[in-house]
């Protein structure tokens, strides 16, 4: 049947064979992979990647989520919304600010230059602190820093 739909053509067999996957559901999908011994992978973002396609799409929550649910359909699986939204939280906390702001130079020349200041530099340097413990990344010295 294959062969009178797509000819005898090996780049129309593979078309036509791609094309009855794709009309299979993923959950199918998998179970046939998995029965003829084909390990499948799904293909996951990373939250940085999910917050870029937010912000550049200008997507709601609710939007996201109906986002998620289509593309988990096609095999493309994203973090949860709480990690999502954890992340985000993360960058915002960073308390920097950053800005194009005009400069005056010694002999008065306006240049424009990207511009960035710390908000609140305790909770700045607590989070920083914290991250490097959580990493064990954070060395004490005991009021000696060694030469080496």
């Not at 998620?68 to 939204?85: C, H, I």
Request: proline share 2%; hydrophobic share 35%.
């Amino acid at each position: 049947m294959r062969t009178s739909i797509a000819g005898s053509s090996q780049d129309s067999l593979i078309t036509q064979r791609a094309s009855e996957l794709k009309q299979i559901k993923l959950t199918s999908r998998h179970t046939i992979c998995n029965e003829a011994g084909v390990k499948t992978k799904p293909i996951t973002m990373s939250n940085l990647s999910v917050m870029a396609m937010k912000e550049a799409t200008d997507l709601t929550w609710s939007q996201l989520r109906q986002q998620r649910r289509y593309l988990k359909e096609a095999g493309l699986l994203m973090p949860s919304e709480s990690k999502q939204r954890l992340a985000m939280e993360d960058l915002a906390a960073d308390n920097i600010v950053t800005q194009m702001v005009d400069f005056v130079d010694s002999y008065g020349q306006t240049h424009r230059a990207a511009f960035g200041r710390v908000t609140n530099i305790t909770t700045f340097v607590t989070k920083l602190l914290e991250q490097h413990k959580l990493h064990k990344t954070l060395t004490w010295h005991n009021s000696t820093i060694p030469h080496d």
